[in-house]
């Protein structure tokens, strides 16, 4: 059985080259950068570059721009919403139709990622379905804790919301290797954990629809400063040294050894 890394640092002989994809506030892709200049810093090297930014708001909700400039690298934006309002088409890959239109908006980014050289797509809140390959997202919920079916559990938009609905007592980020569904792709890597803390009762709280809300909003800000600000930049150095890989049956490893619920350090 052999294993080959996502990315091999010593068969390509260069760092690994990484585009940076949001929708929002863009401080995943922050961190990403950091971590970087951290690593050079540190080592002389990083074994990771981010070359471009991409984001799919045009409106100034992005903080794409800004972040680029900040940091001397190319910025493109590609509006989704006006794409499909264009279209006059919903934002819905649940048909052929749907996937179509999916397909031709990514179709410019698949452009840049090849001309770029991109080897790793890095997922730092960017909020569209994709149908690009290799990309590494990073997700507000254990994604190991499954449903008796195996499925699973806290998946979606909404995933902090429905793991303290659940009764869920802590709180973790995921990253993950994507596929064509919604976070099922492989696990990668599991980040601490945040304690569930509620003001009262659980099932009172959520009758209290706009408390509650903001319950969940607190929890998923303190998660992201544990969890995915962490976990999402490290996701992205370890593939870079080499270290996560699959088999020919795509089971993921890390450093040689089989990894099916991820890696935690």
């Known amino acids: 059985m052999s294993i080959i890394p996502i990315f091999d640092p010593v068969r390509a002989g260069r760092p690994m080259r990484v585009a940076a994809f949001l929708s929002g506030s863009g401080?995943?892709?922050?961190?990403?950068?950091?971590?970087?200049?951290?690593?050079?810093?540190?080592?002389?090297?990083?074994?990771?570059?981010?070359?471009?930014?991409?984001s799919d708001r045009s409106d100034g909700v992005?903080?794409?721009?800004?972040?680029?400039?900040?940091?001397?690298?190319?910025?493109?934006?590609?509006?989704?919403?006006t794409f499909y309002?264009?279209?006059?088409?919903?934002?819905?890959?649940?048909?052929?139709?749907?996937?179509?239109?999916?397909?031709?908006?990514?179709?410019?980014a698949k452009t840049l990622v090849k001309a770029f050289e991109i080897d790793v797509i890095a997922l730092g809140g960017?909020?569209?379905?994709?149908?690009?390959?290799r990309c590494v997202n990073v997700h507000p919920a254990d994604l190991s804790i499954r449903l008796p079916n195996g499925q699973r559990k806290y998946v979606g938009d909404h995933a902090v919301r429905d793991a303290i609905a659940a009764g869920e007592t802590m709180l973790r980020a995921s990253t993950l290797w994507t596929d064509e569904g919604v976070d099922t792709g492989p696990l990668l890597m599991v980040s601490e954990a945040i304690p569930v803390e509620l003001p009262e009762a659980l099932d009172s709280l959520i009758q209290?629809?706009?408390?509650?809300?903001?319950?969940?909003?607190?929890?998923?800000?303190?998660?992201?400063?544990?969890?995915?600000?962490?976990?999402?930049?490290?996701?992205?150095?370890?593939?870079?040294r080499g270290?996560?890989?699959?088999?020919?049956?795509?089971?993921?490893?890390?450093?040689?050894?089989p990894a099916p619920e991820g890696y935690r350090e």
């Not at 200049?37 to 981010?50: D, I, N, R, W």
């Not at 919903?90 to 179509?100: D, H, I, N």
């Open 85 to 108: 309002r264009m279209r006059s088409l919903k934002k819905s890959v649940g048909t052929p139709e749907g996937l179509s239109a999916r397909k031709e908006y990514d179709r410019p």
């Open 208 to 240: 209290k629809r706009e408390v509650f809300l903001r319950v969940v909003n607190a929890h998923q800000a303190r998660l992201k400063a544990v969890g995915d600000w962490k976990i999402f930049p490290r996701s992205i150095e370890l593939i870079a």
């Open 62 to 81: 992005s903080a794409g721009e800004k972040i680029a400039c900040e940091n001397g690298l190319p910025y493109v934006s590609y509006d989704i919403r």
């Open 126 to 133: 960017y909020m569209s379905y994709i149908t690009l390959d």
């Open 27 to 54: 401080t995943n892709i922050m961190k990403l950068i950091e971590r970087e200049k951290m690593l050079k810093s540190a080592e002389g090297a990083s074994p990771f570059e981010v070359i471009f930014i991409f």
């Open 243 to 257: 270290r996560f890989g699959f088999d020919e049956n795509r089971a993921l490893y890390f450093d040689g050894h």
